[in-house]
């Protein structure tokens, strides 16, 4: 028994034999089993699917078998891990047991999917010719890799997937992607020595499901470190003039100039290999991209994978989805169109001016008219997904009720523009003069087809004339049909007698076994069944034959004029793609309007100066979060005539996390484009935004929390300007105390010193405090709280001046720690100051651990001694007050020295 049988006896089962029919077995599929008296499709079935994963040697080859879609031998085993199904085996003759997995056809897109996710290249064998005697011919129908997803049942309907391509010609790194749902392509080109680091960048900012890199490219080359999931092509694709020659020709140009990439050999390299690699994969997907743009280099903010993380500003550490991200605060968008856009604002903050200044202006309009906002969001909601209907229509795959989506949607197109226009702003008054309707492709639609009645779709009368005769054929033999019963019922005197149809035998007369009797002799037995016996008469054969031969004339029929359609609607597919494009920037500026409007956000004042001023600045995800309690603003000055950098100092869980955070987000707000969570502001432009915030390891890579700590500083230190805003969080903690402080010091006075950007730094070393005495550019401020029966109280709110202590035990106690251990820490505390000094015993706290603590009930009588050479760690403030209070000499002191003494210690407070 063969491989390909083994799936069949188990999948389909074997149909029911009766006298006078043959006695060759047939699966479901219509191939011949084996152990059949002749079998001839044993071996070439075998065979074939060899073949055809001889062809994709590199792919999961799924087999389709009837119902199923079948995998073999390693292919099994990874389907089986990565799509979580059961994986089987059966004996396959002396080569032993086979391993075997399947997927129903009707769930394809649910495995599939998971596939895809799991990063593997697959390809799809499907049956081409009907089943019947002998071997049914199947061929790969389609190659589906991570990056060339089109269905919009396998993508995320609010993200974008991106192929991605990258190209190292010598100084140069070039960078290509491409959405093929929606027909983005884009390139970018990088040099000098920050060009590995700006790659980085951006893929971290397109986080592309697959990467296209040359099969000459060296994996250990620094500047391809970046990126993630790799495919290799031939290094002939990537060559520039070879790619130039192919993107003019899928543009028709003669020339790359009008796309602004002529003079960009590395980025015009990489983006014909996705051009390649597309007409290798599906070809089908080329007629989409009609464009080609290419974005310069430091146009945008700079923003690293880690400051994203740390920023969530799509994907929340806590949730790991957008709920808790800044997406997810800002994401009242009403279309899939709308939400990938909005993703893109916020992933690519902006350095433009004046496009910065056209965006706030639009938010500002919206803001300013609550009735218009709510009538542009209504109809909005009432728009299908353009973006990836054109997309389908171009790719030649669109149904009829595609066409009808696509029409409904262009027709709402000029009541959006005329609301706009009459809104009375000049900004969107200029937003409804680009916002072409594309009437003519709507008309052309409404042309073409139309609904059914029963909620599809068909084919207009005129659109197609010789369709209108095939149907009317088709319906003249359904009538007669229809009628066939009652007639043979009069004729043969036969009540019982039924017209039937299955789709192996086709049309039939079925009698009953106590009516055989009545048969009449122009009756042509077909088929015995339990309950009786099926004939054919000579009528009924041709009425069978005319219906299956309009049938196949109204499909082919059917799918020229669709065909037709479509390229009437791609030949405008720039138009379209453009209208969608600004519909989908309106949507999410419209989002950001709304939540500008409901939470009480400001314009900010943009300008190109250092200077960066915020006033009653709030986080906007925490204060989402706080579900109608107060968020405690805080100010925020940094650069023009105030200090560059902010040593903040306070406890643990006081708010200088949220605050650092919030500071970077109110930026990046403001170089989206959106108003800001603040009483006011005023943003100089950034070109970079830094974040060292929070502590993790990398097992993967093999480095310590420390050593991720480290990474980060150094490439912030080593890319920083001037311009850049910088937030670090506890530089130094993963180490000792007095590397850590050393560490923390040194990156400070360097940022200070040589790169001068504006920066915050959060740290609990506060002899660093001490630095603004000797650092012009430096000042202090701390989160304050208050201290009241041995509990802290958090006041959440940042002033001016270094805090005074740390609270770490408080806090310790809040969070549960063992009193015995909290006050044992505080015994501790108070013996710092004193190197080598006898620490108080445990035993003198009023708090005891329990009594099965081994600690205490063993060795009850224990000192503690703790070693504290080379602790060069100074005093806190609060003790070097202690200490001088205990250095007074009150038997001598006179009135005068007590009274200047408390001066000066209200002076130093």
């Not at 080609?292 to 700079?302: D, K, M, N």
């Not at 009193?819 to 035993?843: F, I, M, Q």
Request: net charge neutral; glycine share 10%; with cysteine.
């Amino acid at each position: 028994m063969t491989l390909i049988d083994v799936a069949y006896n188990r999948r389909m089962g074997h149909g029911t034999t009766h006298p006078g029919e043959t006695t060759r077995r047939r699966s479901a599929a219509g191939e011949p089993e084996a152990g059949s008296p002749t079998a001839p499709g044993v071996v070439p079935s075998r065979r074939q699917y060899l073949e055809l994963k001889s062809q994709h040697p590199q792919a999961i080859l799924l087999y389709r078998l009837g119902d199923f879609y079948e995998t073999f031998d390693e292919d099994a085993k990874i389907v089986a891990r990565d799509a979580r199904i059961t994986l089987t085996s059966r004996s396959f003759g002396r080569s032993g047991r086979v391993p075997m997995a399947g997927i129903p056809h009707h769930a394809l897109n649910h495995y599939l999917a998971r596939l895809l996710t799991a990063g593997h290249t697959v390809a799809i064998a499907e049956q081409m010719s009907p089943p019947g005697r002998g071997l049914v011919e199947r061929a790969v129908t389609r190659v589906v890799t991570p990056g060339t997803v089109a269905e919009p049942a396998l993508l995320p309907a609010g993200e974008n997937r991106y192929l991605a391509a990258a190209l190292p010609l010598g100084e140069r790194l070039g960078l290509a992607w491409v959405d093929v749902s929606t027909g983005e392509f884009a390139v970018t080109e990088f040099t000098g020595p920050g060009a590995a680091t700006q790659l980085g960048e951006e893929l971290a900012r397109l986080n592309p499901a697959e990467c296209l890199v040359s099969d000459a490219a060296d994996d250990g080359r620094q500047d391809l470190a970046p990126i993630g999931h790799r495919t290799r092509l031939e290094r002939w694709h990537f060559e520039p003039e070879r790619a130039r020659t192919a993107l003019c020709q899928q543009f028709g140009t003669r020339s790359l100039a009008p796309y602004g990439c002529a003079d960009l050999p590395a980025a015009t390299g990489a983006a014909g290999a996705i051009l390649a690699y597309l007409g290798r994969t599906n070809p089908a997907l080329l007629p989409l991209l009609t464009g080609l743009r290419t974005e310069t280099a430091g146009s945008r903010v700079g923003l690293d994978a880690a400051t994203r993380r740390n920023l969530e500003l799509t994907r929340s550490l806590g949730t790991g989805g957008s709920r808790g991200s800044l997406l997810g605060v800002l994401d009242e968008t009403h279309t899939a169109m709308g939400a990938r856009a909005l993703r893109r604002l916020i992933g690519q903050p902006l350095r433009d001016l004046a496009e910065l200044r056209r965006r706030q202006a639009i938010v500002a309009a919206l803001v300013a008219r609550p009735a218009d906002r709510a009538a542009l969001g209504q109809a909005l909601a009432s728009l299908d997904d353009l973006e990836r209907l054109v997309g389908r229509v171009t790719q030649g795959v669109a149904g009829a009720r595609d066409f009808l989506a696509l029409d409904a949607a262009l027709r709402l197109v000029p009541a959006i523009g005329e609301r706009l226009a009459g809104a009375g702003a000049p900004a969107l008054t200029g937003f409804a003069d680009v916002l072409d309707p594309c009437g003519d492709v709507a008309s052309l639609i409404s042309s073409a087809v139309e609904e059914d009645g029963d909620g599809g779709a068909r084919i207009c009368p005129g659109f197609c004339p010789n369709l209108n005769v095939a149907l009317t054929g088709a319906r003249e033999t359904r009538r007669w049909l229809a009628g066939l019963e009652r007639c043979e019922r009069q004729r043969t005197g036969i009540r019982s007698l039924k017209v039937g149809y299955t789709k192996v035998f086709g049309y039939f007369i079925e009698v009953t076994r106590p009516n055989l009797g009545l048969v009449p002799p122009d009756y042509t037995r077909k088929q015995t069944v339990a309950t009786g016996e099926r004939y054919v008469t000579g009528p009924l054969k041709e009425a069978e034959a005319r219906i299956l031969a309009a049938d196949e004339e109204i499909g082919a029929l059917e799918r020229a004029a669709l065909a037709r359609l479509g390229m009437g609607v791609t030949a405008a597919a720039g138009r379209l793609l453009a209208t969608v494009g600004r519909l989908g920037q309106l949507d999410a500026l419209l989002a950001v309007a709304a939540v500008a409007a409901r939470a009480g956000w400001v314009a900010p004042v943009l300008d190109a100066s250092d200077a960066l001023t915020i006033v009653g600045g709030r986080h906007p995800v925490v204060e989402a979060s706080l579900a109608g309690e107060a968020f405690i603003p805080n100010d925020c000055r940094l650069g023009g005539d105030d200090p560059r950098v902010l040593l903040v100092t306070g406890p643990n869980m006081g708010g200088k996390s949220t605050y650092l955070r919030q500071v970077a987000v109110i930026v990046l707000l403001a170089q989206v484009g959106s108003f800001v969570p603040a009483a006011a502001a005023r943003i100089g432009l950034v070109d970079r935004i830094f974040t060292r915030v929070g502590a993790q390891d990398d097992l993967a890579r093999g480095q310590s929390t420390f050593m991720v700590e480290m990474v980060e500083t150094a490439t912030i230190l080593h890319q920083a300007t001037r311009h850049s805003l910088l937030v670090l969080d506890e530089v130094g903690r993963g180490t000792s105390t007095d590397d850590g402080l050393a560490i923390a010091r040194a990156v400070l006075e360097d940022i200070h010193g040589r790169v001068g950007a504006r920066t915050l730094f959060a740290t609990h070393y506060l002899e660093l405090t001490t630095l603004a005495d000797d650092l012009p550019g430096l000042a202090n401020a701390h989160v304050a709280a208050l201290e009241a029966e041995g509990r802290v109280i958090f006041l959440y709110a940042v002033q001016p001046g270094a805090a005074d202590r740390a609270y770490g035990i408080q806090v310790a106690r809040l969070a549960g720690l063992p009193p015995w251990v909290a006050d044992r820490a505080e015994a501790v505390l108070g013996t710092l100051p004193d190197v080598g000094r006898a620490v108080t015993p445990l035993s003198n706290s009023p708090n005891q651990p329990p009594a099965n603590n081994h600690l205490v009930a063993d060795e009850p009588d224990r000192d503690y001694q703790l070693a504290l050479d080379g602790f060069s760690v100074g005093p806190s403030p609060s003790e070097r007050l202690a200490r001088e209070l205990r250095a007074l000499d009150l038997a001598n002191l006179t009135p005068r020295e007590a009274i200047d003494w408390l001066f000066k210690q209200r002076e130093r407070l």
